[in-house]
């Protein structure tokens, strides 16, 4: 059993390799590792892709990142091996970024990447820090946990999801801000979990033990 952790110059892979090397080995998973070969994502069992910054530098270091962006579709569109996505890693699995520009993304989960708007203008944007997360779909990814649980947030965009049932839990900012998407093999976190402590570890062992 592989894990890829898909290195395109964009993402906080330190603690993400470090968080799913130790669930891996309590979990029995594999091994874990960051790459950006190509070759290792396309024979990967499993497919992470972190991200940090704006999504259209995002979408395009990923495209021109020597042939990652067409293993990665085909493992996933194709061969159905599961995905996950973490914070603009999960937005580029939408229809559309409307950050800075309208850029395509995979449209794997239809909606839009839109800016959060919360009601109430004395909440800062970006969205940073701990919050409640509020389960709206079960989801394997949720064994042994529940509303209330809380993870670790920094973004100032999130995913306006069509399809409520694809929308797997939401948090509370003055307003709903999506926080976890999925259907079929994909999944999506706009959080960290790496950075979630017994939270997020819970959700990436989810995930590494999850066979849908």
Excluded at 65 to 77: N, P, Q, R, S, W
Excluded at 141 to 163: E, I, P, R, W
Excluded at 191 to 204: A, D, N, V
Aim: proline content about 6%.
């Amino acid at each position: 059993m592989l894990t890829a952790i898909i290195d395109y110059e964009s993402g906080n892979l330190h603690s993400a390799h470090k968080a799913f090397e130790r669930m891996a080995k309590e979990t029995d998973a594999g091994d874990v590792v960051v790459t950006d070969d190509a070759d290792v994502v396309a024979r990967a069992d499993r497919i992470v892709l972190p991200g940090d910054g704006a999504f259209p530098a995002c979408m395009a270091a990923l495209k021109g990142a020597g042939g990652l962006y067409d293993a990665m579709v085909e493992a996933v569109e194709v061969k159905g091996r599961p995905f996950l996505g973490i914070c603009v890693g999960m937005q580029l699995m939408a229809s559309m970024g409307r950050e800075y520009e309208d850029t395509p993304g995979l449209d794997w989960i239809e909606g839009e990447v839109t800016r959060i708007t919360p009601s109430d203008p004395a909440l800062k944007v970006p969205h940073m820090g701990w919050n409640d997360l509020v389960i709206d779909h079960p989801h394997p990814v949720f064994a042994d946990l529940q509303t209330g649980d809380h993870a670790y947030f920094v973004h100032s965009y999130h995913m306006a999801v069509k399809n409520p049932q694809e929308r797997l839990a939401h948090v509370d900012y003055a307003g709903d801000v999506t926080a976890i998407i999925g259907r079929e093999t994909m999944l999506g976190m706009q959080f960290h979990p790496e950075k979630s402590q017994t939270t997020g570890l819970r959700l990436i062992a989810n995930f590494l033990s999850w066979a849908p």
